[in-house]
């Protein structure tokens, strides 16, 4: 059983919307800090969203900032990502990460533990 699995992944027209989840499993420590990434073929994983346990600090990269919102739910044990107003360039495969250690919400892959195998998003022009 994976620690993290995420589901929402789609092809979506530019300008549309997606939604994506990620539920952590039952038998994984609590998750404070928790993040979404992404990555196309040939580039390196970069960061998209993080939030903190709370969900009262919320981190955007700048590229979708204003766009994406990310939020978590700690009684179902999941997190989510609203993409909105989505671009071709936001096309890539989309990973859930987080880290069991209190730490402050994180754009570094470093700072997460914890990953899930990704879900494809494809935005066409």
């Known amino acids: 059983q994976e620690d993290l699995v995420e589901s929402g992944g789609g092809l979506v027209q530019a300008g549309g919307s997606l939604r994506l989840s990620c539920a952590v499993s039952?038998?994984?420590?609590?998750?404070?800090?928790m993040g979404w990434f992404r990555q196309v073929p040939g580039k390196e994983r970069e960061f998209a969203a993080a939030?903190?346990?709370?969900?009262?600090?919320?981190h955007y990269a700048d590229s979708v900032k204003g766009r994406f919102t990310i939020s978590r739910d700690n009684a179902k044990r999941m997190v989510f990502l609203q993409m909105d107003s989505l671009k071709p360039e936001d096309t890539g495969v989309y990973y859930c990460?987080?880290?069991?250690?209190?730490?402050?919400?994180?754009?570094?892959?470093?700072?997460?533990?914890?990953w899930g195998k990704g879900t494809l998003v494809t935005v066409s022009s």
């Open positions: 990460a987080g880290t069991g250690r209190r730490v402050l919400p994180s754009p570094h892959l470093k700072d997460y533990d914890y």
């Open positions: 039952p038998r994984t420590f609590i998750m404070h800090a």
């Open positions: 939030i903190s346990y709370t969900g009262d600090i919320p």
